[in-house]
T-cell receptor
Framework: AQSVTQLGSHVSVSEGALVLLRCNYS??????LFWYVQYPNQGLQLLLK??????LVKGINGFEAEFKKSETSFHLTKPSAHMSDAAEYFC????????????FGKGTQLKLEL | DAGVIQSPRHEVTEMGQEVTLRCKPI?????LFWYRQTMMRGLELLIY????????DSGMPEDRFSAKMPNASFSTLKIQPSEPRDSAVYFCASSPGSGNTIYFGEGSWLTVV
């Protein structure tokens, strides 16, 4: 079954600095990969989605992610962090075998420092 | 457009009581999911339905948990009897199916004391 690993449960960056949140998938190239964001006391919101073909995916709020098959990675980046980006970020992948659900990583809490 | 609607948003109940969480999926979505989120275990899939039929309930923790989807616009997750370890945020989500994109509700925050 497919799974994702998020390296770093907590990441702290200064406002204006580069944001890099890491995600690696487990095995064969998945048809889709997702990043979701969860703001405090809210549900998960789709940030961006990879589908086969385009390796650089642009999402909402200035975030983007690059699919790298050679590294089995799908890291999330943003050139300049804003205080409003403080949230928890989840990478997700279909579990494989034709299931329509998603398997989520453990999440990475992004903290912004002044 | 209305998103996934969950109720109640917050519930505090005593151990042993029955808890019923409710969900209205996005209209036209064929898939409905129930997830549970805790600090210790993260986000776990409990069960999901396709066209009102349960497809995978392997994540349901034990017999105290049950879920139903009597029609395309309504689902319930019931815990009977509730225990303190059931305290968590329960998310309902729905999906049109194609492409696996899942849309989440705001969650039901359950505290069992």
């Amino acid at each position: 079954a497919q799974s994702v690993t998020q390296l770093g449960s907590h990441v702290s960056v200064s406002e204006g600095a580069l944001v890099l949140l890491r995600c690696n998938y487990s095995s064969s190239v998945p048809p889709y990969l997702f990043w979701y964001v969860q703001y405090p006391n809210q549900g998960l919101q789709l940030l961006l989605k990879y589908t086969t073909g385009a390796t650089l995916v642009k999402g909402i709020n200035g975030f983007e992610a690059e699919f790298k098959k050679s590294e089995t990675s799908f890291h999330l980046t943003k050139p300049s962090a804003h205080m409003s980006d403080a949230a928890e970020y989840f990478c997700a992948v279909p579990p494989g075998g034709g299931g329509n659900n998603l398997t989520f990583g453990k999440g990475t809490q992004l903290k912004l420092e002044l | 457009d209305a998103g996934v609607i969950q109720s109640p948003r917050h519930e505090v109940t005593e151990m042993g009581q029955e808890v019923t969480l409710r969900c209205k999926p996005i209209s036209g979505h064929d898939y409905l999911f129930w997830y549970r989120q805790t600090m210790m275990r993260g986000l776990e899939l409990l069960i999901y339905f396709n066209n009102n039929v349960p497809i995978d309930d392997s994540g349901m923790p034990e017999d105290r948990f049950s879920a139903k989807m009597p029609n395309a616009s309504f689902s319930t997750l019931k815990i009977q009897p509730s225990e303190p370890r059931d305290s968590a945020v329960y998310f309902c989500a729905s999906s049109p199916g194609s492409g696996n994109t899942i849309y989440f509700g705001e969650g039901s925050w359950l505290t069992v004391v």
